[in-house]
T-cell receptor, first 115, second 115 residues
Framework: KQEVTQIPAALSVPEGENLVLNCSFTDSAIYNLQWFRQDPGKGLTSLLLIQSSQREQTSGRLNASLDKSSGRSTLYIAASQPGDSATYLC??????????????FGKGTHLIIQP | NAGVMQNPRHLVRRRGQEARLRCSPM?????VYWYRQLPEEGLKFMVYLQKENIIDESGMPKERFSAEFPKEGPSILRIQQVVRGDSAAYFC?????????????FGSGTRLTVV
């Protein structure tokens, strides 16, 4: 059974710092890994999608890496801003037969960027 | 191009009533997924549907919950005889056909409160 763990559960840093959020998963048989952002009371916004054959993806100040063999991904946020404050979720899309195709989510990292 | 549309945004039901949650996928998306987010919990996969077919319902509670995605119209998640423990945010996501290489797009969710 796939399990996804995100560390730390919460993080508070001053504005301008670079930071790293960690995600680990137990089963390396995945199609892809996706990082999302969730603002309080809102839905999920997709940030980055990394296919299983890829090592990293970049979008603006965000960079996500994937090491499938070790079951790890990191989300790097450069020059953090107060608007980055949100919960960041990591999810893996499992590879399986019989049509099963759901995402397995971690519980998220609650990030606060102090002005 | 509208995203994934969910309605209602908020739904209040008394114990024993029925709740109907609707999801219209993004244009061109034929795969729909429902997830539930309980307070202080991560998102959990419930069911995966294509038009007129349930592909994977391994995450659905065995009783009171059902889902459909008819040929015409939105996908419906139906909860009969709701109980307090059903209070949660229910999210719908969609992806294009041939989903393995594509990420998910999520709706803003329906927040169900059972009183």
């Amino acid at each position: 059974k796939q399990e996804v763990t995100q560390i730390p559960a919460a993080l508070s840093v001053p504005e301008g710092e670079n930071l790293v959020l960690n995600c680990s998963f137990t089963d390396s048989a995945i199609y892809n890994l996706q990082w999302f952002r969730q603002d309080p009371g809102k839905g999920l916004t997709s940030l980055l999608l990394i296919q299983s054959s890829q090592r990293e993806q970049t979008s603006g100040r965000l960079n996500a890496s994937l090491d499938k063999s070790s079951g790890r991904s990191t989300l790097y946020i450069a020059a953090s801003q107060p608007g980055d404050s949100a919960t960041y979720l990591c999810a893996v899309r499992r590879r399986s037969g019989g049509g099963a195709d759901g995402l397995t989510f971690g519980k998220g990292t609650h990030l606060i960027i102090q002005p | 191009n509208a995203g994934v549309m969910q309605n209602p945004r908020h739904l209040v039901r008394r114990r024993g009533q029925e709740a109907r949650l609707r999801c219209s996928p993004m244009k061109g998306h034929s795969h729909v997924y429902w997830y539930r987010q309980l307070p202080e919990e991560g998102l959990k996969f419930m069911v995966y549907l294509q038009k007129e077919n349930i592909i994977d319902e391994s995450g659905m509670p065995k009783e009171r919950f059902s889902a459909e995605f008819p040929k015409e119209g939105p996908s419906i998640l139906r909860i009969q005889q709701v109980v307090r423990g059903d209070s949660a945010a229910y999210f719908c996501a969609s992806s294009p056909q041939g989903p393995a290489n594509y990420g998910y797009t999520f709706g803003s969710g329906t927040r169900l409160t059972v009183v």
